[in-house]
């Protein structure tokens, strides 16, 4: 389990923070080997906008996210925050938990650290997580912030890399037009978006 957490999890790197570099990749890899995608949600101070204790948390707000035509919403009946694992899946027939990994899109919880990976301590830091994006695939995803009216358009793929982003340089992930880095290392896509604070009120109030 240990070493399948630590293919899926890796680093982040901000949408719209500056230095962005171009991509690397120190270690040869197979080229059909999967990339995961995290997404963050932060303010433009760079504070956790997926938290709990964040005000205007994006956390169990609607959300929807369609993974190459395929539409998924965040399905907010299987976030868990007691839990060390914070999602699970649930039997729409039935209503009960199931084994396995969730179909779309989950919630996993990290501290954002550098790589990113699943914290063990019971953290208020949280991020979306999508699997199995195959680099020599086109992939579009689309996150769609209903009480927004905003969608985020995200591309990833090898057919991407002759395209320049505003930089001058090059990337195999564009976040809405722009070069977002890929952590080829740690097999990871890390998007960190920046978005006001949520202004709708919580199910809890």
Request: glycine share 6%; aromatic share 12%; proline share 8%.
């Amino acid at each position: 389990m240990k070493n399948i957490l630590n293919l899926i999890f890796g680093v982040a790197l901000a949408l719209s923070f500056a230095g962005c570099d171009d991509e690397k990749d120190p270690i040869p890899r197979p080229a059909s080997l999967p990339c995961d995608l995290i997404i963050g949600i932060f303010d433009n101070e760079g504070n956790n906008l997926l938290s709990e204790s964040a005000e205007g948390s994006w956390l169990y707000a609607p959300i929807s996210i369609s993974i190459n035509d395929y539409p998924k919403k965040i399905d907010w009946d299987c976030f868990r925050p007691q839990q060390t694992w914070p999602w699970v899946n649930i039997d729409p027939a039935t209503g009960e938990e199931t084994s396995g990994w969730w179909d779309g899109a989950g919630i996993i919880r990290t501290d954002w650290s550098n790589p990113i990976t699943p914290s063990k301590e019971m953290i208020d830091s949280y991020a979306i997580i999508s699997i199995g994006f195959f680099p020599d695939d086109k992939n579009d995803i689309y996150v769609n912030f209903l009480e927004l009216n905003q969608v985020v358009h995200i591309e990833f793929g090898s057919y991407l890399a002759d395209r320049k982003s505003p930089d001058g340089k090059k990337y195999s992930c564009y976040v809405n037009g722009i070069g977002n880095y890929v952590d080829y290392q740690n097999n990871i896509i890390p998007v960190r978006l920046v978005l006001p604070h949520r202004s709708a009120p919580s199910p809890t109030e």
